[in-house]
Structure formats: C-alpha cells, structure tokens
C-alpha cells in the first residue's frame, strides 16, 4: 500500500467508476480499493474545491451502480453542512439494480462527502451485504458493557436479598445411637440414620480422601468455582457426563439448607448462600457440615453411619484404603456399592484408586503407601440395627432410665443426635439371651396352648456398682412391646421374704414368746395356721400343697418357703419396718401393693425384675445399696451430658444382709433353688411363685452378680394375666424350674474364665445357733395338747378345733391371750412365757421365781381378759390394717402366698 495519503473526497467506488485519468496529472499516483487506509487521515492543506477538480464527470451511466455517486458542494442545502445535518442512510430504502435509486442517492452521498471534507476526515463506505448483520465495535463494546453492568448489579442484588435460611428438617434429623459399655452396637431409634461426628474424631486420612475425590482446591480455592461450573455445564451438553460442578461448599449448602431438586431457582440460591457461608464460616465448619450431610448410599447419611453400614465400625477407626472407598461412593454411592451390585467393582474399584492418585498427586499420600494398600471390599449390607430383637426393649428401659433420674426428657430424647453408652456388657447380654433360648424358647411349642402365653424377662446387675450388665426384655420388641424386665405389673411371690428376715435381723425383732429371730429360731410351720400379734383382720396362709411342718427353724422354713413362717415372722418384725427395709434394699416406694400387712411377706407386691435384681445386689454387697445405673456416658454432637454421679449409701447392716445371705444359701445347696447349682459357683437365692401360678421367679446372686428371671403368663391377645399350668410341657410352673435353670446357665457362662469366690460373710451374733433357751425341733414332743412345739393337725385347726400354741379360734383375730384356750402360760405382755423361764409370781399361769429352766407342767389358761392385752414397747401394735384377699376371701387361703418355690 502506498504510504501517500489519499485526496479528500475521494472513495474506492469513485475509482472504479471514473475513467483513466489520462490527460490529468495530479502528482499523485492513484490508488485502487485495495490500497486505501480508512485510518489515515486526508491531508488538511486541499480545498473543496481542489478535490472537485480531481472527480471525474462522468453520467449515470457509466458508474457503478453499488457506488453512489459524491454531488457537487453547492448542490447540497444549507442546513446539512452543520454537524447535525449528518444523517445516517437507511440502506433498506436502496435498490442497486433500481436506476431511480441511482440518482436518488446523489443527494445524500454528496452531502456525506462535503461533511467528511469539513471534519478532516474521509467518509465511511455504506455497509452492504452479509456486512450489514455484523455489529460495529461500538455496538459490541456498548452492549458489553451493558451486560456487565445487569451482571454485577444482579450479583449485587442477589447477594443481599438471599440469606443464609435456617437448615432444612431433613438435615438435621438424627438417630440416638445405642451402645454396649465396649462400644459396640445395640440399636438406633430415629426415621434418619445418621450421627454427627465432630471434625476432630474423623481421621485427617478420611478427610484428605474425600477432598481427593471431590474438592481437591477446597482450602484454598473460593466457595463457587464458576470455571468448573462451565467445565460441568460443557461435559454435560457434550455427553461426557453429567456433572455437577460444585465446590464441597455448594454441596455441603444444597444437603443442609436446601434441598436435591434441580431446579434454576435452587442453583441460584445456592450460589448466594455458598458465597456468604464461605465468609461466614471456617472451611473446618463447612467440610464437617458436608461429611455429616452427605448420603453415603445404604441408607446412610454422614460418614459416621456409612462407616458402620459398610465395615462396621466407628469412623475414627477407618483406615485409608477405607476411607477412600467411602470417599468414592459420595460420586455414586448404590453403583459403587459392589455388595448390591458386584457388577460393578470394576467402576468402584476404578474409582477408589482415583481417589488414591489425587491424595498421592496433592503429597497426602507417599507413592509407597499408596502401593501396599488393597481394596478393602465392603461387608455384606445388613438391616439397620433398629429396634428389632433386645434393642428396642433396651432402648425403652434406657428412655425410662433417663426420664426417671432427671438426665433427659422424652421431648429432648426425640431431637435426636444423643450417642448414649450403656452399661451393659455384651458378653453377658449373649449369654443371658442364649440361656433364655436354650431353657424356654426352644421349648416352646405352638401346638400347646399354654406356650403361647409364655413370657420371660430378667436382670442381671453388679452388686458393688450397680451397673446392670444384661437385660432380657422379651422375645422380639417388634412382636412384642412390653418389656418384661421393667414391667411392674406380676407378683414377687415369695422372692420377697428375704427382705422380711433381713429386717428381722436388722431391728434385733423377737417372735411372739421373746425369742431372738435368727437362722435357728423355731416357728410353727402349720398349713393356714393364723398370725398371731396382729390387730387386723385373720390372716390365716396357706402352705405349698396344704402341708404342715409343725416346728421348723427358719432356715429350713426357708429352704421349703413355708409361708405359714414368713406370714408370722412378718408380724413379729412389723409390716411397716419390713416395708422400710424393702425400700432400702432397692425397691421403689412406689411399688404397686407393697403394703404394710402380714401378706406383705409372700410377695403381693408387684416389682419388677429390674427392681428386684437391684435389692438382691444390695444383700449380694453387704447390705450397702449402690443405684442402679443404666447408663454411663452421654453425648450429643461430640458435647457430655452430665449424669448423677454414682451412690452407694448403708441399707442394712452387714450382719443383716450376710446372715440372709448365709439363709439363702440353703436354698440352693438343698432347697426349692437347686437347679441353680449348674452355674459352678457359692450361689444364694431364693424362688417364688404368683397367685395363681401366673408368674415364677428365681432370685440369686454370686460374690460378683445378682441376676434375677422370672417367667410370666399373658394372653396375647387381650394380654390379661394367665396361668403357666401345661407351660413347656410342666403342669406347674415354680421358681426352681425354667427360671432357676436359667439363672444357673447364664450365671455360669457370664463368670466364666473369671475366679471363682466364696462369699464373705460376717454374721450377726448368735446366728449360729438357736437361742437360748428354745428347744430344737428334732427332741421328741411331749404329746401334750397344749405344749406349743407338738405337731397339729391343719384341718382341724382352721375349724378352731385346734388353735394351737397362740390359740386363734375362729372370729378373734388370732390375738394372743384372747382364745378360748391359750395353751401356754401367759407373759406379763400377753405372750407365752417361753420354757425354762420365770415368770412374775401371782401372774396366772407362770412360774415362781427360782424355778428351774427345764420345762415344766402346763396348768390350766386362765378366762380370758375383756380386753387384749396391751403390746410389749419391743413390739409396738400395729393399726388395723386390710389384708389383700386371696381367692378364698380375708382370713382364707391367699393364693399369692401359696406355694414354696
């Protein structure tokens, strides 16, 4: 291109259109179209008029018709030579191949000539063809810069109307997690398996693989990356894969404030609030947000539940190969899962060693380490732990726990998210249900009626602690509700008369003729015989099978659970301070029927076997009571909860609880308690019976546990109390069948490999031998009817025929010193002056001062007085108080006394 400038006025349209300027010598050397420069300016020093002279004049017809022609200056009106009379042309209006437009674009082409002369510059060529469809520079700069302006003011816009929202239900729905005292498992409740974990419990291993496999920038790069969002958009549309291009942020923001729709609305918020919870929170906070978020595939949401859903274990003990895989499942968590679908483990296994090439690639992870590591393939997908089997039961006797002792209520418990450590063990759990099985369910047949109504729960409790270390509720919570371990609602039986002798010994009680209670003291042991000393109405129980023992020691009247004893001792403690001592060895107060009267003894009161267990640790731990726990730690969101500190306060003397303890060993060394002898090890216990054989109890402990079973009647269907008569194959059900032999074996798998220990026993003083004074029952009896010690006939005694030593005919109560024969010399209280010693003189019936110790002749009772004689201060007298009716009515046979067990 030549570097002279091209004259004013002068167009490449005019070139082609002139002829050759042969007989014109301009100095200049003309240039074609190809040769002008629209950016170099026309020289200034030419004149209108000297640029006119250099265009040709040649007619219409000579010139090209898409080259409109440059009119003379003085043709051009006035008010277009100003600089608003430069009017752009409308192209639309021209017709190149029309000769009127021609001459119709004369006008505006000359006038667009002499305004290009007076501005100094040459006029711009008319845009033609596919040209006119392209934008200028101009337009294009302007509407970028418009769209850049709409663009922040949206994002300005945006920004400060969109909050962050409060997270959505969803997000926050967690189960309460369940465990043994190791750890281990027992249940979740909740509709949303997932439990939060704190950044600080998840290994930074398992961090940096899941940052490998989603977000390999996210501590340094900001919370959107719009680059990887078109890079997603653009693979998307291109059939590489849908993908989705968000930061850790984006999704962390989309699983806890949003939701998984896909939708323009959504992606837009989530932008806003990504980029404000990028400034508002740390990226620790936010990747502990997604990791517990995120849907891990398996119905588990967080890691926490993925890593039990998938090996079993907690998060904390995931290992690299480990936490890869789950870090890789968050791309596809059911496709990768080559548990449901082995399939596809050639993808999944793909995909964890690419996790593994970025953590190696962002030097997480040393090449040698990244080689040793193998695919570690998932266990096998099982059932939620939910509420199925002994987790629901244990599940609803831990709500009560912490309800009852002020730890947590049930509205606070339903939130959620609570990590709650039991002190159950999980050894002892196995063993107690697996006796359960051996001794009863795998008894059970469906053919017999009575199998169907069988029920059975039991506890299992550390005497020194307190801890309860195994619980069996029932067969299956989701079959069946109640919890038979906790329900208060079937009798004790006469697992409760422990309690009354313990109490016995703890007042320093005496019988009814002065005699120290101990192991030895001598009861009469008569089927139905009435209580005597008691102001309320007759109480007159009857034995197991109506048998009479006649003279029996306590310890033997144990071992057989002679209820005609127990009723008496009952009376001669006081009801109100058996009542006392119950509640100090662990039953609540609240206990339903635990009334101060002299059923008291054979166990109307309906405590359940968690109750029971808890008293009989107390005998088990020297007579020191420590409360029952349940629960050992709690936690929520990585947060403890405080719970009680644990107790341990005197219940009893120790005296007391070990000369029980040293009774109850009778029970099962040679008593109705044997069948626990099958757990190898010094045992003390006790059986028991409900009214109507519509429960049976055993009750025992070891130096190192108290376990208590009891087997239960219910009809399934209206659930109403049945009879275990037929049940398993017995046509009775006692305490020292299936209970007992449960107890035996559980007891005996629970201590195993542990040292075998003799109890330790400090007895109270004078436990190891009769009293003075009273005769042993093995001496032959004097034959005499009024001699207290010789054996009656029961049948004839309930008539009134034969009220033995007390009297008791029929109508006065049984109150001493008021039947019609009282058959023993009175004491100065009302009470038979006890053989071999003397009495006051001048008192009928006593002896005179001197008079040996042997026993001497009986005279004749005196009438009886008008009034009964007033009580001893050793026994103060009881108020009338109503006595549970048995069966029979007051004063008959009370069927909850029965039967020794």
Do not use: C
């Amino acid at each position: 291109m030549s570097d002279e400038p091209q004259q004013q006025g002068w167009t490449p349209q005019d070139a082609t259109a002139a002829d050759p300027p042969d007989d014109r010598d301009t100095g200049k050397e003309d240039k074609g179209p190809q040769d002008a420069d629209p950016d170099v300016p026309e020289p200034e020093d030419k004149s209108p008029e000297e640029s006119a002279d250099l265009v040709p004049d040649d007619g219409p017809e000579d010139k090209d018709p898409e080259a409109p022609d440059l009119m003379e200056p003085e043709t051009l009106a006035p008010d277009d030579n100003g600089p608003d009379g430069n009017r752009p042309d409308d192209p639309e209006d021209e017709d190149p191949d029309d000769p009127e437009d021609e001459v119709k674009a004369e006008e505006p082409a000359a006038a667009h000539a002499e305004h290009a002369q007076k501005k100094g510059r040459k006029a711009r060529p008319k845009r033609t063809g596919w040209r006119r469809a392209v934008p200028t520079w101009r337009v294009t700069v302007g509407t970028l810069l418009v769209a850049s302006l709409l663009v922040i003011g949206g994002l300005i816009t945006g920004y400060m109307l969109v909050d962050i929202p409060p997270a959505n239900a969803a997000a926050t729905k967690q189960t309460n997690v369940y465990l043994y005292a190791d750890g281990t498992h027992i249940a979740r409740d909740g509709d949303v398996n997932r439990e939060n974990v704190s950044l600080d419990e998840i290994p930074l291993a398992v961090q940096q693989a899941v940052l490998a496999a989603e977000d390999r920038d996210f501590y340094n790069a900001p919370a959107i990356d719009p680059l990887a969002m078109m890079r997603a958009a653009w693979n998307t549309v291109t059939g590489k894969g849908k993908q989705s291009g968000s930061t850790i942020t984006q999704q962390y923001v989309k699983n806890y404030y949003l939701g998984q729709e896909q939708t323009v609305t959504r992606k837009v918020k989530e932008f806003f609030i990504a980029v404000k919870l990028g400034r508002n929170q740390s990226k620790g906070e936010i990747l502990e947000g997604y990791l517990n978020t995120s849907y891990f595939g398996r119905n588990a949401y967080g890691i926490q539940a993925a890593a039990h859903a998938y090996y079993g274990k907690d998060v904390q003990d995931l290992d690299i190969a480990q936490g890869a895989y789950l870090a890789s499942l968050l791309n596809a968590p059911n496709a990768y899962d080559i548990a449901t679908h082995p399939e596809n483990a050639k993808a999944a296994v793909r995909r964890w060693n690419y996790v593994l090439g970025g953590m190696v690639k962002e030097k997480w992870l040393s090449s040698e380490s990244r080689t040793a590591l193998d695919f570690p393939t998932p266990r096998a997908a099982k059932p939620v732990s939910g509420l199925s089997g002994q987790g629901g039961y244990i599940v609803q006797a831990v709500k009560e726990y912490l309800e009852q002792n002020g730890i947590l209520d049930e509205k606070t418990l339903a939130t959620g998210g609570h990590r709650i450590t039991t002190t159950l063990q999980r050894h002892k759990q196995d063993a107690l249900v697996a006796a359960v099985d051996d001794r009863v369910t795998s008894k059970l047949d469906s053919e017999r009626e009575a199998d169907r109504e069988v029920r059975v729960g039991g506890a299992s409790i550390e005497p020194d602690t307190g801890k309860v270390v195994a619980m069996y509720g029932g067969i299956d919570y989701t079959k069946q509700f109640v919890n038979n371990a906790t329900r208060r609602d079937y009798q004790v039986g006469s697992t409760f008369k422990p309690f009354v002798f313990a109490s016995a010994v703890e007042n320093h009680a005496t019988t009814q003729d002065n005699y120290a209670i101990n192991p030895h003291t001598i009861y009469v042991g008569d089927s139905r015989r009435p209580v005597q000393g008691w102001n309320g109405p007759r109480y007159a129980p009857e034995n197991e099978d109506n048998r009479s023992y006649g003279p029996i020691p306590v310890r033997e009247a144990t071992d057989n659970s002679v209820n005609a004893v127990y009723a008496q001792m009952a009376v001669d403690v006081g009801p109100s301070r058996v009542k006392r001592t119950a509640i100090d060895l662990g039953l609540p107060r609240n206990t339903p029927d635990l009334s101060p009267s002299p059923s008291i003894a054979l166990g109307p009161a309906t405590a359940s076997v968690l109750d029971m267990a808890g008293a009989y640790a107390t005998l088990a731990n020297h007579g020191r009571h420590a409360k029952t726990m349940l629960v050992e730690k709690i936690s929520k969101n990585g947060t403890d909860i405080p719970l009680p500190e644990p107790t341990a306060e005197r219940a009893i003397s120790r005296e007391a609880a070990d000369t029980t303890t040293a009774v109850l060993r009778g029970v099962v060394d040679g008593g109705t308690g044997s069948a626990a002898q099958a757990a190898g090890r010094p045992a003390a216990g006790k059986t028991g019976t409900a009214e109507e054989d519509r429960a049976a109890w055993f009750a025992g402990y070891t130096p190192e546990l108290a376990t208590v079973i009891a087997v239960m009647g219910q009809n399934p269907t209206t659930g109403a109390q049945t009879s275990l008569y037929g049940a398993l194959g017995l046509s009775r059900m006692n305490g020292g069948s299936a209970p007992a032999e449960i107890w035996g074996l559980y007891t005996g798998t629970a201590l195993d490999g542990t040292e075998v220990r003799d109890f330790e026993l400090r007895l109270a003083p004078g436990a190891d031998k009769p009293p003075p004074g009273q005769r042993d029952p093995r001496e032959m009896e004097s034959g005499d009817p009024r001699d207290p010690r010789r054996p009656r006939d029961p049948d004839r005694q309930v008539g009134g025929e034969d009220g033995g030593p007390y009297g008791g005919g029929r109508g006065n109560g049984g109150r001493p010193g008021t039947g019609p024969v009282t058959g023993a010399p009175a004491g100065p209280s009302g009470r038979p002056a006890p053989p071999g010693v003397p009495t006051v003189p001048g008192t009928p019936g006593t002896r005179a001062p001197g008079t040996p110790g042997a026993p001497v002749g009986i005279p004749p009772a005196p009438p009886p007085p008008a009034q009964p004689a007033p009580p001893t201060p050793a026994q103060p007298a009881q108020p009338a108080q109503p006595v549970p009716a048995g069966p029979s009515g007051p004063g008959g046979h009370n069927g909850t006394t029965g039967r020794p067990q």
